[in-house]
């Protein structure tokens, strides 16, 4: 039972566009969502995160969407450039499991062209 | 910054074997945790602590256990290592506020090798 689901495994965007990768829930009960890095051979790097209380959350380059009724969020990257390529996951939490325990999403592989 | 140390990034073990895992943060965390990261199955959560001598299981915490004897130390176990147990394995740690969305902060992974 996958309560966090990112349907595209890899993307490719050109560099200096805009790239977006997307994640989908089915728990109506996740309160926040984040969003993690990672490069090989390295653990997950912290990026942005978003309460259900709001619709958008703004850092840089990083914005993460929300929309509450689609159970759907996405992370957009503004301009793009070759340091983000890397894998994405997206992460969610639970007031009633705890707001320390996350629950991951499989991941999407980004690949920016020069 | 935060430092989560995994005191092994490649380890060979045989069948059979007791398999110890460390992980040291420098924070003052209360929360740690053990995931494993396998191609296509994203991140799973193997058992967390809250607190030094608490544990709790994850989604897959069959064939292994934990130990938290200090506040800065998490150790995962596993019993009687398998093949199946081949994997990159994760240690992470978040303070507990009270508030929701704490970010939880990633050691640089183990990849373990069961043969």
């Known amino acids: 039972d996958q309560q966090v689901k990112q349907n595209s495994p890899s993307l490719s965007v050109q560099e200096g566009r805009i790239s977006i990768l997307n994640c989908d829930y089915t728990n109506s009960m996740f309160d926040y969502f984040l969003w993690y890095k990672k490069y090989p051979a390295e653990g997950p790097t912290f990026l942005i995160s978003i309460s259900s209380i709001k619709d958008k959350n703004e850092d840089g380059r990083f914005t993460v969407f929300l929309n509450k009724s689609a159970k759907h969020l996405s992370l957009h990257i503004v301009p793009s450039q070759p340091g983000d390529s890397a894998v994405y996951f997206c992460?969610?939490?639970?007031?009633?499991?705890?707001?320390?325990?996350?629950?991951f999403g499989t991941g999407t592989r980004l690949t920016i062209i020069p | 910054d935060v430092k989560v140390t995994q005191s092994s990034r490649y380890l060979v073990k045989r069948t059979g074997e007791k398999v110890f895992l460390e992980c040291v943060q420098d924070?003052?965390?209360?929360?740690m945790f053990w995931y494993r990261q396998d191609p296509g199955l994203g991140l799973r959560l193997i058992y967390f602590s809250y607190d030094v001598k608490m544990k709790e299981k994850g989604d897959i915490p069959e064939g292994y256990s934990v130990s938290r004897e200090k506040k800065e130390r998490f150790s995962l176990i596993l019993e009687s290592a398998s093949t199946n147990q081949t994997s990159m394995y994760l240690c992470?740690?978040?303070?507990?506020?009270?508030?929701?969305?704490?970010?939880?902060?990633f050691g640089d992974g183990t990849r373990l090798s069961i043969l």
């Open positions: 924070m003052d965390h209360e929360n």
């Open positions: 992460a969610a939490s639970a007031a009633n499991f705890g707001n320390e325990k996350l629950t």
């Open positions: 992470a740690s978040s303070s507990s506020s009270g508030q929701g969305g704490q970010p939880q902060h």
